[in-house]
Each structure stands twice: as structure tokens, then as C-alpha cells.
Nanobody
Framework: VQLVESGGGLVQPGGSLRLSCAAS????????MSWYRQAPGKEREMVAT????????DYADSVKDRFTISRDNAKNTVYLQMNSLRPEDTAVYYC????????WGQGTQVTVSS
């Protein structure tokens, strides 16, 4: 299993970013996919989850109505559209899948600062 995140960077408060996670090594269309984040000095937390067919999504309360998770099963890719970004969204963002165990990408840094 390989998960490769991209799309992070520095953005001003109120701005937007779109993260991507390219997956390989497993049957992507059969599994839930999630985004997590970890801020300095804090535990890793779930940000959003999407079912295998995109029929349902779930979000942390802190990002509801601002972030949107989506997936393209033809491209083996999951996305996280982040709008109205706040300084407290600053973190390393990780893609995650649980097949026989948890798998993680290397993470992509998102920094929200003026």
C-alpha cells in the first residue's frame, strides 16, 4: 500500500487549498478513505472520512461546512478541499486507509498564516 499526499503549502487566513492523495497497492474502490491532521504538540486527529462509493462522509466538528472530502475511484485519488482556512488548521495532513491495518502517507504541511 502506498499513499502519496500533495497540495499543501502556505495560505493566508480565509484562503483555500486542495489536498490530493494518490493511492496504490490495494483495491482503492473497496475501502473507506480518511484525512487526518497533526498540529505541533497535539495528537493526530481525524478530519474527514468518505465511504468507498462516496455515499457518506463524516467530518470533525472543527471543519464542518469548511472542508469537503471527495474521491475519484477511476483515478485512485482522494481529495480534501479546504476553504475558509484558519490559523488553527495549521498541521501536517495525512491520508489514511485501513485494510488489514492502518496505512499512512508521508503527510503534507498546511500552514495558515498572514
Amino acid at each position: 500500500v502506498q499513499l502519496v499526499e500533495s497540495g499543501g503549502g502556505l495560505v493566508q487566513p480565509g484562503g483555500s487549498l486542495r489536498l490530493s492523495c494518490a493511492a496504490s497497492g490495494f483495491t482503492f474502490s473497496s475501502y473507506f478513505m480518511s484525512w487526518y491532521r497533526q498540529a505541533p504538540g497535539k495528537e493526530r486527529e481525524m478530519v474527514a472520512t468518505i465511504t468507498s462509493t462516496s455515499s457518506n462522509t463524516d467530518y470533525a466538528d472543527s471543519v464542518k461546512d469548511r472542508f469537503t472530502i471527495s474521491r475519484d475511484n477511476a483515478k485512485n485519488t482522494v481529495y480534501l478541499q479546504m476553504n475558509s482556512l484558519r490559523p488553527e488548521d495549521t498541521a501536517v495532513y495525512y491520508c489514511n486507509v485501513w485494510t488489514t491495518r492502518d496505512y499512512w502517507g508521508q503527510g503534507t504541511q498546511v500552514t495558515v498564516s498572514s
